[in-house]
């Protein structure tokens, strides 16, 4: 949609406090958080769906980017008890659950020599064991094996708990690992920040400020790094807007993130299995409010083995711009709760005509957005 048509269709937008936000949404000027909530409270789907592709549009135009990844998962079980995991065993019933040791972790990366994967994305739960100098050496390894792959990993739950263990600050640990080989950090393990509602859904692991400020310090060694939201649960709105002030403020300050993921809580097999999962629409308008809300995030992802590819190709028609890469069935977060993704996996071919389908040009890209491939030009 031009500025021109989403103006038009602004001006017969009959409420004026919405009309007034679309209108600064327009000029590019930033929205406060009384008027994120607004948008929530009030704003239809459609209306919301066309700002948020006037602003993807300024920013990427019909651009959807992709990346050719797989994810190493080196055990779940967890010290942790996050209420919405289904994924987790507690360390109290370890033996039920899977630990990789280090040789069969780079036996997963040697599993794609000679293919063009560009990123591993290391995450799991927290392990007593898996220590900053297990970890340390594991990237160092995976580095020496293969040193062209980008190595994501770790959240500020992981980070936090390893570095307490070892007695060293954020910035130690963190330089620690850079140098050992790890170039950014994903964006699990942030949920909800508000008080109010993390006691209530993970109460136990690092708090808001503790996850942000391990990314601040990331962001200060060079790194970049993504963030997440779970939202659909117990939270208002009020407290996803609060969620995303807190990045947007950490992004104005450092500038290091480059994807916001909105993960939509999933309810199957967890402590939380009584809680409706959001409708499709509710999942649109999120993303929708997401794109809109978060003017200094230049990325928008939707992560489709949470979604399904169905819904992940809807959400390019509200404010999203990525979703994720090929997969290749290396993940168990989704499926265990409750996914449609029971063996997420999709060939370079079947993102590039998911994306063709409805109209964006794919543009296959490293972890930093570097183009690797754009197949629109193909
Ligand atoms: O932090 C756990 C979420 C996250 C459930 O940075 C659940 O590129 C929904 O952060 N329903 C980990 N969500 C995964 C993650 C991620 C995934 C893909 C890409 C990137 C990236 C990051 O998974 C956790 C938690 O928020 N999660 N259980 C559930 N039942
Ligand atoms: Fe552990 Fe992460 Fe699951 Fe929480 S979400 S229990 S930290 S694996």
Redesign the pocket.
């Known amino acids: 949609m031009t500025e021109q048509e989403f103006e038009q269709l602004n001006s017969i937008q009959a409420d004026t406090t919405l009309k007034f936000i679309g209108e600064k949404v327009i000029r590019g000027e930033r929205i406060s958080p009384e008027e994120g909530i607004i948008l929530f409270e009030k704003g239809s789907l459609s209306w919301l769906g066309s700002l948020a592709n006037h602003v993807r549009e300024k920013l990427h135009g019909n651009k959807t980017y992709f990346n050719r990844n797989f994810?190493i998962e080196p055990t779940n079980v967890c010290v942790f008890s996050?209420k919405?995991?289904?994924?987790s065993k507690l360390y109290a019933h370890k033996e039920e659950g899977w630990e990789l040791t280090t040789e069969q972790m780079l036996d997963i990366v040697k599993s794609y020599d000679g293919q063009p994967v560009t990123e591993v994305?290391i995450?799991g739960g927290v392990h007593p064991k898996l220590t900053l100098e297990f970890f340390a050496d594991l990237l160092r390894q995976i580095r020496a094996h293969r040193p062209d792959l980008h190595i994501?990993g770790f959240?500020p739950?992981e980070l936090d708990y390893m570095f307490r263990k070892a007695k060293v600050s954020a910035e130690e640990g963190m330089k620690y690992l850079q140098e050992a080989g790890l170039q950014s950090?994903?964006?699990?393990?942030?949920?909800i920040f508000h008080e109010e509602i993390r006691k209530q859904i993970c109460e136990d692991k690092v708090d808001a400020e503790g996850w942000l400020h391990i990314h601040r310090v990331a962001h200060q060694l060079g790194m970049h790094?993504?963030?997440?939201?779970?939202y659909?649960h117990i939270e208002e709105y009020r407290h996803r807007i609060d969620h995303m002030e807190r990045l947007r403020q950490l992004q104005d300050e450092t500038g290091g993130f480059n994807?916001f993921?909105p993960?939509?809580?999933?309810?199957?097999d967890?402590e939380?299995s009584h809680i409706p999962e959001s409708s499709i629409v509710e999942d649109m308008r999120m993303y929708a409010v997401a794109r809109i809300y978060m003017d200094n995030f230049p990325h928008l992802?939707a992560?489709w083995?949470?979604l399904g590819r169905n819904n992940a190709q809807l959400t390019l028609s509200f404010g999203v711009n990525d979703i994720?890469g090929t997969i290749d069935d290396s993940?168990k977060?989704?499926s265990?709760?409750?996914?449609e993704e029971q063996n997420p996996t999709m060939t370079t071919t079947e993102l590039v005509n998911l994306i063709r389908q409805v109209k964006r040009e794919p543009v296959e890209r490293d972890t930093l957005y570097n183009i690797i491939k754009d197949y629109s030009l193909a």
């Open positions: 994810h996050c919405f995991c289904s994924y994305h995450v994501k959240t739950v950090l994903p964006g699990g393990g942030a949920e790094t993504n963030a997440t939201m779970l659909g994807t993921i993960l939509k809580f999933r309810n199957k967890n939380m992802k992560y083995p949470m994720d993940t977060i989704y265990m709760a409750g996914s």
